[in-house]
């Protein structure tokens, strides 16, 4: 991309797309309709080409779509930046945490489109999850090389001797060990009390080597898990009890953790496969066998070429090589249904070893990519939106030299916001300069981290704090990097920089918590709440936010009271009988709503007594997931179903063995009808020639053909391959036919539309030069009727408007034809409307001639105005036309012009620049006659000419009677 910007673009937009591919953040143009348009880059772990033409929300975690859809309506509606925060998910699960800023683009006084600019707060978020991390740091206990060791009397118990991994086991000194028992190191409770533990050495002591599993505490009071063993032995002359203690802490969690991955596999919507070094299937999940059109039962011990083609397997054996020797591979597959339809994966495949570093299999994820494939659109950006997104940015860019003020080319306007400072007062250090900004201790840290990444080519990042025009101090972050010229010389720096102020003091309040945190239990669960038989002591703030409380609001509250009513005499069960197997229940929030979470308790020690920690997890989104799993199943199962394509195969004697696809329903046929009919005979032909019949000869040679033919009234793509068998010989071919019909159609009406906007344009361009003429015509002719400046304005004003309402008109109907009665409503001025009655069929003047019949009805208009019925109240004027054929068979029209009403006709006026114009536009543009005639009464005139085109007239008459005043 730098490449690019500095070979194939020039001037501003390169400046501008270059500074925008160095961001660090996510920039995007919306529609109104929330489709992605145009991003600088993909969010994690997807790629642009996907994004492109999806919606912003597709990426957004489900219970943040409606926040993030009400902050762009809010953008939308009020044109005004608005600002969010939603998880990302991609196509493996969660992409992290952004801050979204959303603001309008606005073109001619309305919201275009929407610019959204992403910022990646995943950090952040994870800072203030250690906040409410649900389990405290144990100290590290074990060095892994040793067990403790206790030596105990037989009668009583007594600890008699240990060795030192004792005490880095159990954080004891030698002389504090002297005056311990066995319940001093166990929880005790049954069965791990001091009593209990006299049992198991009396067992030993009767029955030999006894190993169980016991509930020990340290010093601190942490209570663990250890693997006892003990046996009689002769130590010192005497009969004693060997006791070999194992901390199988870990263990455990591992056991646990290992059933959650389970799960988290089992459930994945990525396919999972697991085999032996020979390619025999030892494991796969529901995804991927789904993914190939089987369940996972049917799969267990079948080998990896069930799921490819003969033609598929060279290189599938290739990338198993490939992980044998290297260890790993990702790249795309070709895979086969169970249905014989062939598909494009994603796959990653890597060793699995033992834990002497053997390799014993492999584990393979899978994604189905035929919608990557398919997907791409060109990305089209204008300097307009670049300096849209720039003046958005919740940071500053810049381009500044590299000289030791940092002297700035340009920043954008989020240097008011970051720094306080305007970009004029920054701008080639009009007022301050940068360096002035930045603290003196960092000042020169910044200058040799700079200068080193230059002279490496390479981009740099910074951490340091800036002052701002308000002298308060801020923590700030920079990437940029230098820009070179042909010559490799150095021009400027370009980057960018973002306010991290908060992340910075978040993570000093995560230093400064971590003793207060440490008390909580250390089970791995999201909300954590210590509490003293259901009254509540402490919790992290997981906890407090998932029930919408902050911490100090929760303090003291009973957890019976957040406990919804269905579920209270559960959740009361629980907390009395110290029961510690997790169960579900419904909870309620502060405002009132409730979720439906999972619930582990256990016992603890707490500031000197025994209380009891609760670790909860919203499980709401899992069980919705679940819904939405078998919800996504039957849609996968339909969309199969309908999807519009026949796949076939034939023999070497090109006679069908196979035919499926739902698209033989267009063809009339039924799946495997023509199963036994060669080619020849359903194409009813003997031409070897025909193109179907050609592809699969080809085919049979060994070529992969494709080819468009129409069959049936419908248009089919197909794709032809040949058929191998194990040994790699051609045993006939297969193909795929999509019925691409109503791509067609769609094509050829895309065709047809770009054809006649291509005449319309030519149109277009004709009528202008036409206007253009006969404006400067009008002009001449209005400035030789009068001297008087004042005069000519208002004619030529009233004939430019004239011309322009019938320009206006035309162009609203696309240059096509348009009805006489809205050409002279177009016309008429305020104090006319009320006063004309129009009457006359449904005539369409073609649009060569509505411009001269405009002017005319306009000088028509003007003498009403100036001389006619518009000086009097009662003066009115009446325009019935009706459609005539002339001797040589032209479709014509005749318009009569009658006013009343107005003041007496003395005698005929005398012809002006208006009569001429009349007269001259009805003779040579619109080939016909005009009478004008005085009587008394009023003007009465009559024109009659001939209509290009095809005839003017329809069927029905349009609505007679006076024109409506206009309002407003």
């Known amino acids: 991309m730098g490449e690019t910007c500095q070979t194939q673009e020039g001037g501003f937009a390169r400046d501008w797309r270059c500074l925008l591919q160095s961001l660090p953040d996510h920039v995007a143009v919306i529609d109104l309709e929330g489709d992605i348009q145009l991003i600088n880059r993909p969010f994690p772990g997807v790629t642009a080409e996907k994004m492109l033409g999806s919606k912003l929300c597709d990426w957004v975690a489900p219970e943040h779509r409606q926040e993030v859809r009400a902050a762009a309506a809010g953008a939308r509606r009020e044109a005004r930046t608005t600002v969010c925060e939603a998880g990302l998910m991609s196509s493996r699960g969660s992409a992290g945490w952004y801050s979204f800023r959303i603001a309008p683009i606005v073109t001619e006084d309305s919201v275009a489109s929407l610019v959204v600019v992403g ?149 994945s919507s990525e396919g999972v496969a697991v085999s032996d070094l020979s390619g025999n299937l030892l494991f796969v999940n529901r995804a991927f066998a789904e993914m190939h059109g089987y369940s996972p039962q049917e799969l267990a011990g079948k080998h990896l070429s069930v799921f490819h083609s003969t033609d598929q397997l060279p290189k599938v054996n290739a990338t198993i090589q490939q992980v044998m020797e290297v260890g790993g591979f990702t790249g795309e597959i070709w895979h086969v249904r169970r249905d014989g339809d062939a598909f494009p994966t994603l796959m990653s495949n890597s060793l699995l070893f033992d834990e002497a570093g053997e390799a014993r299999g492999m584990v393979g994820t899978c994604r189905d990519i035929t919608s990557d ?106 990437q940029g990097q230098g820009v070179f010229g042909e010559d490799e010389q150095l021009i400027a720096l370009e980057g960018f920089i973002s306010d991290i102020t ?68 559960l959740v009361k069960a629980k907390v009395m009988s110290g029961d510690e197997e997790p169960y579900e229940a419904v909870v309620l929030r502060k405002d009132g709503s409730h979720f439906l979470a999972e619930i582990f308790g256990q016992a603890i020690p707490y500031e000197g007594r025994v209380v009891r920690v609760a670790a909860v997890r919203d499980i709401t989104e899992r069980k919705g997931a679940e ?87 419908r248009v089919f793509a197909s794709h032809v391959e040949p058929l191998r068998d194990s040994a790699g010989d051609i045993i006939g071919c297969v193909g795929v036919a999509l019925d691409v019909t109503e791509r067609k159609r769609a094509e050829e009406e895309i065709l047809a539309r770009a054809r006649a906007e291509r005449l319309l344009l030519r149109e277009l361009d004709h009528r202008v030069r036409n206007n253009l003429a006969a404006l400067e015509s009008l002009t001449n002719l209005t400035a030789g009727s009068t001297d008087d400046v004042k005069e000519f304005a208002e004619s030529m004003g009233a004939r430019v408007r004239a011309m322009a309402a019938v320009h206006g008109l035309l162009s609203t109907n696309r240059w096509q034809p348009v009805r006489l009665r809205s050409l002279i409503e177009a016309l008429l001025t305020p104090d006319a409307r009320g006063r004309i009655e129009l009457a006359g069929p449904a005539v369409e003047v073609p649009a060569a001639q509505a411009q001269a019949l405009g002017m005319v ?42 006013e009343s009403g107005g003041p007496v006709i003395e005698s005929e006026p005398e012809a002006g620049v208006g009569t001429a114009l009349i007269v001259g536009l009805v003779k040579s543009e619109l080939r016909g006659r005009a009478e004008l005639t005085f009587p008394r009464e009023g003007a009465n005139h009559r024109f009659q000419f001939v209509l290009s085109g095809d005839p003017p007239w329809r069927s029905g008459e349009e609505p007679g009677g006076p024109t409506p005043p206009e309002s407003g």
């Not at 008011?416 to 201790?441: F, N, R």
């Not at 035919?659 to 267009?666: R, Y």
């Not at 023509?674 to 592809?695: H, K, M, N, S, W």
Request: net charge negative; charged share 30%; glycine share 8%.
């Open 119 to 267: 910022v990646d707060i995943t950090d952040r978020k994870q800072t203030e999850a250690a906040l409410r991390a649900s389990e405290a740091n144990y100290r590290a206990i074990l060095d892994g090389a040793a067990d403790a060791i206790f030596v105990h009397e037989i009668e009583t118990g007594r600890i008699l001797d240990v060795n030192a991994k004792m005490f880095e086991m159990f954080g004891y000194t030698a002389e504090e060990v002297q005056k311990l028992d066995v319940g001093d190191l166990s929880s005790g409770e049954t069965p791990y009390t001091q009593e209990d533990a006299a049992h198991w050495i009396k067992e030993a002591a009767a029955g030999g080597t006894t190993v169980f599993e016991w509930r020990a505490r340290h010093k601190n009071g942490r209570l663990f898990w250890v693997e006892v063993n003990l046996r009689q032995c002769v130590i010192g002359g005497r009969d004693r009890i060997l006791a070999v203690v194992r901390d199988i802490d870990e263990r455990k969690k591992a056991e646990e953790r290992l059933r959650l991955l389970s799960s988290a596999v089992e459930q």
């Open 857 to 898: 009805i306009n000088e028509l208009m003007i003498n009403c105005h100036k001389h006619g019925v518009h000086l009097t109240p009662d003066g009115r004027v009446k325009v019935g036309w009706s459609a005539v054929t002339s001797d040589d068979g032209e479709p014509g029209l005749t318009l009569d012009w009658q």
């Open 502 to 569: 908060d992340r910075q003091r978040a993570e000093r309040a995560l230093k400064e918590s971590e003793e207060r945190f440490r008390r909580l239990s250390g089970a791995a669960y999201e909300g954590i709440f210590i509490h003293d038989r259901g009254t509540v002591l402490d919790v992290n703030e997981r906890a407090a936010r998932m029930f919408g409380y902050e911490p100090h609001e929760i303090i003291g509250v009973s957890v019976f009271d957040l406990t919804a009513p269905e579920s209270l005499e």
């Open 627 to 713: 819904e939405a799993t078998r919800d996504r199943e039957a849609r996968l199962r339909l969309m199969l179903e309908q999807m519009p394509a026949v796949v076939w195969v034939v023999d070497t004697e090109l006679r069908f063995t196979s035919s499926q696809g739902s698209a033989l329903k267009g063809l009339r046929l039924e799946p495997d009808e023509v199963t036994g009919r060669t080619l020849f005979e359903y194409c009813q032909t003997d031409d070897g020639d025909l193109p179907i019949i050609a592809a699969h000869r080809r085919a049979l040679k060994g070529e992969s053909v494709e080819y468009e033919m129409p069959w049936e009234g």
């Open 373 to 478: 494939k398919r997907a791409g659109e060109a990305l089209r950006e204008s300097e307009r939106r670049l300096a849209t997104l720039m003046g958005n940015l919740p940071g500053m860019a810049y381009r500044c030299r590299n000289d030791p003020d940092w002297t700035m080319e340009f920043v954008s306007d989020g240097c008011i916001e970051l720094t306080g400072y305007e970009v004029a007062d920054l701008v080639k250090s009009e007022q301050v300069s940068y360096a002035e900004l930045i603290h003196p201790d960092d000042r020169q840290m910044i200058w040799d981290l700079v200068q080193e990444a230059l002279a490496m080519r390479a981009p740099f990042q910074l951490i340091y704090r800036i002052r701002t025009a308000s002298g308060e101090v801020r923590w700030v972050w920079e």
